[in-house]
């Protein structure tokens, strides 16, 4: 299985995801609205748990 090398690549994925099946891979760094970045970690913490290492984004 080949992996993504860099960033465009990932953004094509992200983008292939989102028009395919619906599904939104969001980077938190990029989210410059601090509420909506707190409100979409809150969600995948309730539905997957916290994440193991990795940046707060809390405000």
């Given at each position: 299985m080949r992996t993504a090398t860099n960033d465009n690549?990932?953004?094509a994925m992200r983008a292939?995801?989102?028009h395919r099946q619906g599904v939104a891979a969001l980077v938190l760094e990029d989210i410059a609205d601090p509420w909506l970045r707190q409100a979409i970690t809150n969600e995948a913490n309730r539905r997957w748990g916290?994440?193991?290492?990795g940046t707060s984004h809390g405000g």
């Open positions: 690549e990932l953004n292939a995801a989102w916290r994440r193991n290492g």
